[in-house]
Nanobody
Framework: QWQVAESGGGLAQAGDSLRLSCAASGRPYSSHVLGWCRQGPGNAREFVAAIRWGGGRTYYADSVKGRFTISRDSADYTVHLQMNNLKLEDTSVYYC?????????????????WGQGTQDSVSS
């Protein structure tokens, strides 16, 4: 069964940076969209950023544009999320997912697979 696993993240202060990684157990298809969703306390899961494996087109939520950068490493089937200038509202559990479109954050069943999630906490 195809899987993804997150790593990185943790505790940070406002203004600091964190880096998340998501490693796939196999080579994604060109049509696959690998991305990150997050869910803060009491909130619904929301889209953060994604990258299409074939071609590398990137997508970002307005709330993270200019601060977060998603990239892919084709050599080891890994996607990275570099999070700079962190804000208190970035505190969430971050989930890596793979799908064929960007809808899986709002409709989790549309993802092909999900990671376990990693907690990132930003303090003042």
């Amino acid at each position: 069964q195809w899987q993804v696993a997150e790593s990185g993240g943790g505790l940070a202060q406002a203004g600091d940076s964190l880096r998340l990684s998501c490693a796939a157990s196999g080579r994604p298809y060109s049509s696959h969209v690998l991305g990150w969703c997050r869910q803060g306390p009491g909130n619904a899961r929301e889209f953060v950023a994604a990258i299409r494996w074939g071609g590398g087109r990137t997508y970002y939520a307005d709330s993270v544009k200019g601060r977060f950068t998603i990239s892919r490493d084709s050599a080891d089937y890994t996607v990275h999320l570099q999070m700079n200038n962190l804000k208190l509202e970035d505190t969430s559990v971050y989930y890596c997912a793979v799908g064929t479109d960007l809808g899986y954050c709002q409709q989790p069943i549309r993802a092909l697979t999900w990671g376990q999630g990693t907690q990132d906490s930003v303090s003042s």
